[in-house]
């Protein structure tokens, strides 16, 4: 039960947040056209991720439904651990969306510390509140913090866009 919840979760998820479209509920077993499969042999990217790559290609798909039994014999070799990896997996090769929440929430959080910089400041300068000196140093801190935030934020972005690259997808 665990198991079919987080997989319903995760498609949903990244229905959502996918750069490509991803068919929710679908297994790997298909018939694919020569062209398709043609296309999907010219990619050279690790890990590989079947079913968003299958959408990356843009063909057009049809889905048929159908009951699925239980396992006649055996077991399933995917554990939580390696579930785990495969949707990271999947999540970075197929979303940009992470690297973005992260850079809007640097840009965010140095907006409000310089909004409450700026306050502080101001109510200072008319005499309103006193700056100690250990303040002071804690204003420093926020200061070279969000730096460090946006940064790492645009460092991320960089990140993004050579890992797209490196992925060697075919242009079209």
């Known amino acids: 039960a665990l198991k079919k919840l987080t997989s319903f979760l995760f498609y949903r998820l990244m229905g959502r947040i996918a750069d490509v479209p991803i068919p929710a509920d679908?297994?790997?077993?298909?018939?694919?056209d020569r062209r398709v499969l043609d296309v999907y042999r010219q990619f050279e990217e690790e890990p590989r991720f079947f079913r968003g790559l299958i959408g990356w290609v843009g063909f057009r798909q049809v889905g048929i439904p159908f009951v699925r039994r239980q396992r006649a014999g055996?077991?399933?070799?995917?554990?939580?651990?390696r579930l785990l990896k495969l949707a990271f997996d999947t999540i970075t090769a197929f979303s940009t969306l992470p690297a973005l929440c992260i850079t809007v929430l640097a840009g965010l959080s140095s907006a409000l510390s310089a909004l409450f910089i700026g306050v502080l400041i101001s109510l200072w300068a008319v005499g309103a509140c006193a700056i100690e000196g250990w303040m002071w140093a804690g204003l420093g801190f926020l200061v070279l913090w969000n730096v460090q935030f946006l940064s790492l934020a645009m460092l991320g972005e960089y990140v993004v866009r050579t890992h797209r690259h490196t992925q060697r997808r075919p242009l079209y």
Not at 26 to 32: K, N, Y
Not at 74 to 81: F, H, I
């Open 26 to 32: 679908t297994g790997d077993f298909r018939l694919m």
């Open 74 to 81: 055996g077991y399933t070799k995917y554990r939580y651990g």
